[in-house]
Structures are given as C-alpha cells and as structure tokens.
C-alpha cells in the first residue's frame, strides 16, 4: 500500500516536471509576459501608445462638439441665426458658413450675446437695434467651450453664440464648418423642415 503512494508522488511529480519544461502547456504558461514572448517593453509601450492616441480621436471625431441651440429666420428665410453651444473640452473656431449649395451668402456675423437677452433677426447688422447684440466678424470670434448652459442656471454672464446669415434668396440650409482640436467638422442645419 505504501509503495503504491510511492509511486504515485512519484509520477505526479513526473507530471509536474514535464508540464515546467513545456510552460504552453499548462495553465501557468498563458501569463501574458509569456504571450508577449520576445516583444520587448518598449514596442509594447508604443502599441499601446498607438491604441490610446487612435481612442482619443476616435472619439472626438465620432462626438461633435458643436450642438445646434436655436434656429430662426424671417417670413421669406432670406435672414437666419442659428444659436450654437460647445460641448467640447476646448473653444471651438468657425472657419467658414455657406447656404444652400456652399452659395456664399451677402453677409455673415457672429451675436456674442447672453442667455437672458437672447438673438436678434435681422437684415442690417448696422441697424440700432443690432447693435445691442454683439455683432461681430466670425473670424475674430472663439466660441468658448462648455457654453452650452441649463436653462434654470442661466444669467446675464453666460456668452451665448448665434450664426447670423442675410442671403438674396430663400435660405434652406446653412453649412458651418468649424475646427476643434485641429479636426475639421460640419454641421448643416436645415431650414426648410421647419
């Protein structure tokens, strides 16, 4: 009886013996040093490197920063504002606007305005009553990040921002092309649904 349990410490450690000299194996084999193998640490380093810079632009390219707000325009569409936020983590640039097909419209501003005044419609961006709202060239305006606001918070601190477009004809679209972390994106906005 004893020679049996002899015999049988024996063979397992037999078993043991060979499964150390084949670590693939056992189960102690599929650590992941060992599946990694003969990569070293700094190529690793970079694939993992890689995969985190491909993340982080994936996911600023698949989640716009720039959220349509308000959309207005007069009786004959021939004038329109579109109040845009920025959700993104840093100021957005407006880098061009067109209408209808990429048509370059007769003028175009930016109201720089706030939550409790609001936009104004118009057709003279040199009227009196433009003039209250902050028009300005949209190349000398950043909208700022994190300026999309809760309406029960808002104040008269709170910037908002609207695309103001006058075009000799009806407007059916604007097309806002903006730069965020220097990606480039679009938005077009759709006037004729409404």
């Given at each position: 009886m004893r020679n049996d349990k002899d015999n049988l410490k024996v063979k397992r450690e037999k078993m043991r013996q060979e499964e150390l000299k084949s670590p693939s194996s056992s189960i102690q084999g599929s650590k992941l040093a060992e599946l990694v193998g003969g990569l070293n640490w700094k190529f690793t380093g970079m694939v993992i490197l890689v995969i985190i810079i491909c993340g982080v632009y994936f996911l600023l390219k698949f989640n716009p920063p720039m959220e349509i707000d308000t959309i207005a325009s007069n009786e004959d569409n021939k004038s329109v504002v579109v109040g845009i936020d920025n959700n993104g983590f840093r100021d957005v640039k407006i880098l061009d606007v067109s209408v209808n097909n990429n048509e370059k419209p007769i003028e175009t501003k930016l109201q720089v305005s706030n939550s409790l005044q609001g936009f104004v419609l118009t057709d003279d961006f040199q009227s009196e009553e433009a003039k209250a709202y902050g028009f300005t060239n949209i190349e000398d305006v950043v909208i700022k990040a994190g300026t999309s606001k809760d309406d029960e918070t808002v104040s008269k601190d709170d910037e908002i921002y609207g695309v103001s477009v006058i075009?000799?004809?009806?407007?059916?679209?604007?097309?806002?092309?903006?730069?965020?972390?220097?990606?480039?994106?679009?938005?077009?906005?759709?006037?004729?649904?409404?």
């Amino acid at each position: 009886m004893r020679n049996d349990k002899d015999n049988l410490k024996v063979k397992r450690e037999k078993m043991r013996q060979e499964e150390l000299k084949s670590p693939s194996s056992s189960i102690q084999g599929s650590k992941l040093a060992e599946l990694v193998g003969g990569l070293n640490w700094k190529f690793t380093g970079m694939v993992i490197l890689v995969i985190i810079i491909c993340g982080v632009y994936f996911l600023l390219k698949f989640n716009p920063p720039m959220e349509i707000d308000t959309i207005a325009s007069n009786e004959d569409n021939k004038s329109v504002v579109v109040g845009i936020d920025n959700n993104g983590f840093r100021d957005v640039k407006i880098l061009d606007v067109s209408v209808n097909n990429n048509e370059k419209p007769i003028e175009t501003k930016l109201q720089v305005s706030n939550s409790l005044q609001g936009f104004v419609l118009t057709d003279d961006f040199q009227s009196e009553e433009a003039k209250a709202y902050g028009f300005t060239n949209i190349e000398d305006v950043v909208i700022k990040a994190g300026t999309s606001k809760d309406d029960e918070t808002v104040s008269k601190d709170d910037e908002i921002y609207g695309v103001s477009v006058i075009y000799n004809e009806e407007i059916n679209n604007v097309y806002i092309e903006y730069s965020h972390f220097g990606m480039t994106f679009n938005d077009t906005v759709y006037f004729n649904n409404y």
